[in-house]
């Protein structure tokens, strides 16, 4: 479908020049780093015309569009939880723009607690989090404008529904830890004071505790605000409310650890792990002896136990030993879940609190269970299964017996015995083996032709599991394949896959990814003008390097909210909590070197690329739309070919959490339609 976009906007270019280490940079769009100008917002408003025009000639835009919103449509149900009196879970309608929380006690008719759809008039405010005192008769819930990452926090009295106090004000990346019913623990960043709160640097994390029926001026500083920036602190306490917990981190991997004993009054914080080497978490106490949840020693992670007295590394000892799956431990009903990852997929196991094995959970099938979490005194919890072609089932589960039972069955339109998931292995440049997970309609022709989305991350040790996409029903339903690689960077083979994906390493996720094109076209799965790529920040700044390394493997590419200037991110909000992954140009000469030669940005030179659609938010403070907005000036500038580059910037919204359901369904139905469109796939 040759469809001609509107003539790019001017995009102007400045004379700004950065020297590291005796190098000249250049950066002729700096000025587009300034959300707030004006001549920023004029450039916003002229790009959305000239993409909003080019998707509006693409004829079954709409249809794909009427085609989600049924899909869409049907009433949507978190697991249950109890607080209190009350059992407590979330229903969307179907295409509510946010789900509600509604509430019951016992038998009777569940009633709306709370419904986010009343925040705003356009549901772009969302429910950032709800936390419930001990006894459930008070609660804290976050509210989102627009999907910034700042919150404004509410007090309410359960029962009756009414707020206590005042709103609390510039809450960022917090918790709420309720201490009885006097107050709770939150933390949060001083308020940028230069430029754009939402592009302003946020080091500095504290601690607090807001006392009810005070101003938050009188809030009590707990922890932080030294002159070593911890960039992400958090408090929590045991479920006995005895220890205050305190993790302080000054990157996205790594943390101190922090006890305080809360039954002794003016008891000091104690020290548990005082470096940033490695993660650990206390995750549960029977009285002073505590469960911890730790990678020292332990790149798959393990449980150990210590006595709160004498809770240092040195006193450690294993409860669940390493094994060679990568462990996630959480506990409920008295029990403790090991959830394991075995190729990127669940195994759980549940044991006593001494460590002694008491079954093995037995799953609905091969892909991904989570919530195997629930209160001491609980008897049941509630978890749910999902994978490609599994939609999200949430399953009643006897702690006792071991017995599931079907809760909550999807009502999506979608057969899943008409397709298939199947999990490949292949060799990286390097010769690592490389899980994919590849899923598509049952019977299809290994032809080269089949229209492909392959989609990673590789990053921040994070592991792509299984999941089911409403969106991704209209690629599989059109006979097209859904590929997953579980790149290096990714968390699923633990801490030293992460670490090959980092720093001097970084090449290492491209190779990955590189490789799993290339095992798709070789073996008919797909063809390079077949093939698009997709992923969403450190995801998105995969998929920008790969648009300069090997413009020629794909047809469409899709970076999202993506990290895309290796040399400026540390600037701006939180970015400079991510050198641990990526390093920085400040590091070392070497280090310098590395980010430029491979930062999307200033990678970019004349050529003939792939039809691209970048896509991002003007209310984004995680990866601020700076990067997206220099990096498609610059693509535009440099594009050779007939192909589009376009760059789809949402309004009211942020890095993706607290979307409204109409702007998922516009922002796929775009994305469908583009890749269609420039792949001559008819719809």
Not at 234 to 252: C, K
Not at 379 to 389: D, G, M
Not at 645 to 656: C, M, N, Q, Y
Request: charge should be negative; hydrophobic fraction near 35%.
């Amino acid at each position: 479908m040759n469809i001609k976009p509107l003539p790019y906007p001017h995009s102007k270019k400045g004379d700004t020049i950065d020297t590291y280490f005796g190098t000249e940079v250049p950066d002729p769009y700096r000025w587009l780093e300034d959300d707030e100008a004006d001549d920023t917002k004029a450039w916003v408003i002229e790009q959305n015309n000239v993409t909003q025009n080019y998707l509006g000639q693409i004829p079954y835009r709409e249809s794909i569009r009427q085609r989600l919103e049924n899909l869409w449509n049907y009433e949507k149900y978190s697991a249950p939880f109890k607080e209190g009196n009350y059992t407590y879970f979330y229903k969307n309608n179907g295409l509510q723009s946010q789900s509600v929380l509604y509430r019951q006690s016992g038998g009777g008719e569940p009633e709306v607690f709370l419904d986010p759809n009343t925040f705003s008039t356009d549901g772009t405010t969302s429910l950032g989090g709800i936390d419930f005192s001990k006894d459930g008769s008070l609660c804290a819930y976050q509210l989102s404008a627009g999907g910034s990452d700042w919150r404004d926090v509410v007090i309410m009295h359960t029962e009756s529904k009414t707020q206590l106090g005042d709103v609390l004000k510039d809450i960022k990346f917090s918790g709420i830890a309720w201490k009885g019913n006097e107050g709770f623990y939150y933390s949060t960043y001083d308020k940028p004071d230069a430029g754009s709160q939402l592009s302003g640097l946020t080091q500095y994390h504290k601690l607090y505790f807001h006392k009810l029926d005070t101003p938050q001026q009188d809030d009590v500083l707990i922890f932080g605000g030294t002159e070593t920036p911890r960039r992400y602190i958090g408090g929590y306490l045991t479920e006995d409310e005895r220890y205050l917990v305190i993790t302080a981190a000054t990157s996205t991997t790594g943390n101190e650890l922090y006890l305080q004993d809360l039954n002794t009054s003016g008891s000091p914080i104690i020290t548990l792990v005082n470096n940033f080497d490695t993660q650990s978490h206390v995750i549960d106490n029977i009285g002073s002896k505590l469960y911890i949840f730790t990678n020292l020693n332990a790149p798959n992670y393990k449980v150990v136990i210590a006595d709160a007295d004498k809770a240092t590394p040195g006193n450690w000892t294993d409860l669940l030993p390493e094994t060679v799956n990568v462990l996630s431990a959480s506990t409920g009903g008295g029990k403790l879940f090991a959830e394991y990852l075995k190729d990127a997929t669940s195994l759980v196991q549940q044991y006593n609190m001494d460590g002694q094995l008491e079954r093995s959970i037995e799953l609905p099938g091969v892909g991904t269970a989570n919530g195997f979490g629930a209160k001491k005194e609980e008897k049941e919890l509630y978890y749910a299964f999902t994978s490609y072609t599994y939609p999200t089932t949430i399953f009643k589960y006897n702690i006792e017996s071991g017995s599931s039972e079907l809760y909550k069955k999807s009502g999506v339109q979608f057969d899943p015995e008409l397709y298939e998931s199947k999990q490949v292995f292949y060799k990286s440049k390097d010769g690592t083996r490389v899980p994919m997970i590849i899923t598509h309609k049952k019977g299809i022709e290994l032809n080269g032709k089949n229209p492909t989305l392959l989609y990673a991350y590789g990053g921040f040790g994070i592991s792509l599991t299984p999941a089911f996409s409403l969106s991704n029903i209209i690629l599989l339903e059109q006979g097209g394949i859904y590929a997953v690689p579980n790149i290096r960077g990714g968390g699923e083979y633990g801490e030293n896959w992460h670490i090959a994906g980092t720093k001097l390493q970084k090449q290492n996720v491209f190779d990955d990814f590189i490789a799993a094109a290339e095992y798709l076209i070789d073996n008919k799965y797909t063809s390079a003008n077949h093939l698009a790529i997709a992923g969403g920040s450190n995801g998105g700044l995969l998929v920008g390097t790969i648009i300069t390394q090997r413009p020629d493997l794909f047809k469409v590419a899709l970076p999202a909210v993506g990290v895309l200037d290796m040399l400026r991110y540390n600037e701006f909000t939180a970015g400079a909590g991510w050198a641990y992954d990526y390093g920085t140009a400040q590091d070392s000469e070497e280090m310098f070197k590395y980010l430029y030669n491979y930062s999307p940005y200033h990678a970019l030179k004349p050529s003939d690329y792939p039809a691209t659609m970048v896509i991002t938010a003007d209310h984004d403070d995680r990866v601020v739309p700076a990067h997206s907005f220099k990096f498609a000036a610059r693509l535009q500038e440099y594009q050779t070919g007939e192909a589009p580059v376009l760059i789809r910037i949402e309004t009211k919204a942020g890095h993706g959490a607290g979307k409204s359901t109409a702007q998922s369904i516009s922002e796929a139905a775009d994305k469908w339609a583009f890749v269609f469109a420039n792949m001559g796939v008819r719809y």
